[in-house]
């Protein structure tokens, strides 16, 4: 089992910047890779970017290349996801989720590509 905390959301103005964070706890030593996605209301969950335990990343969303960066920090079990110059379609529910199989065609972009999910934080850009 894996458990996946996020936090770092929050209500903030066009044009600021937030970091979100992702713990993970229990099997994580089986985690190959973790990915953020975020899901605004009546759309699909989407992918915003993942990276390999390699430390090897993409960048899902057109929208999110150059304002985003996904990071994370082995010994503390943790992904971040530092986020600049934010706007109001950035606004979400977004999610960390951990991928623990990874075939030869990393489906990083995929939510079925991963097994266990965070509960979710709000991230809400005015205008």
């Known amino acids: 089992q894996v458990q996946l905390v996020e936090s770092g959301g929050g209500l903030v103005q066009a044009g600021d910047s937030l970091r979100l964070s992702c713990a993970a706890s229990g099997r994580t030593f089986s985690i190959l890779a973790m990915g953020w996605f975020r899901q605004a209301p009546g759309k699909e969950r989407e992918c915003v970017a993942a990276i390999r335990r390699s430390g090897i990343n993409r960048y899902n969303a057109d929208s999110v290349k150059g304002r985003f960066t996904i990071s994370r920090d082995s010994a503390k079990d943790t992904v971040y996801l530092q986020m600049n110059s934010l706007k109001p379609e950035d606004t979400g529910v977004y999610y960390c989720?951990?991928?623990?199989?990874?075939?030869?065609?990393w489906g990083y972009g995929r939510p079925s590509e991963y097994d266990y999910w965070g509960q979710g934080t709000q991230v809400t850009v005015s205008s």
């Open positions: 989720a951990a991928d623990l199989n990874i075939g030869s065609d």
